[in-house]
Nanobody, 116 residues
Framework: QVEVVESGGGLVEPGGPLSLSCSASGNRLSIHGMGWFRQAPGKQREFVAVHGRGGVTNYADSVTGRFTISREDAETTVTVSLQMSGLKPEDPAVYYC????????WGKGIQVPVSS
């Protein structure tokens, strides 16, 4: 069992930087990768970025070049950070972190609003 917890976020200005963090604790060795999805009001949840096996990263076209995902493994936790820059009006959403396992574990989500 793996517990996933997001942190960070907050209100930022358009174009401003923001960093999200996500820690997975528990059976760390069972984690294949970790990543982020997001869901804006009235829209379906969509893929944002993933840090997979062997350090391979993948990004949605909409965030490529603006967002960077990184991963750090500790003894009992895996942490991924999502560095966001050049925030656009379409970026505000609830961002969900997940740990890729045989059955994925999801965090509760974290709000990323952008001031108008």
């Amino acid at each position: 069992q793996v517990e996933v917890v997001e942190s960070g976020g907050g209100l930022v200005e358009p174009g401003g930087p923001l960093s999200l963090s996500c820690s997975a604790s528990g059976n760390r060795l069972s984690i294949h990768g970790m990543g982020w999805f997001r869901q804006a009001p009235g829209k379906q949840r969509e893929f944002v970025a993933v840090h997979g096996r062997g350090g391979v990263t993948n990004y949605a076209d909409s965030v490529t070049g603006r967002f960077t995902i990184s991963r750090e493994d500790a003894e009992t936790t895996v942490t991924v950070s999502l560095q966001m820059s050049g925030l656009k009006p379409e970026d505000p959403a609830v961002y969900y972190c997940y740990a890729a396992l045989d059955i994925n574990s999801w965090g509760k989500g974290i709000q990323v609003p952008v001031s108008s």
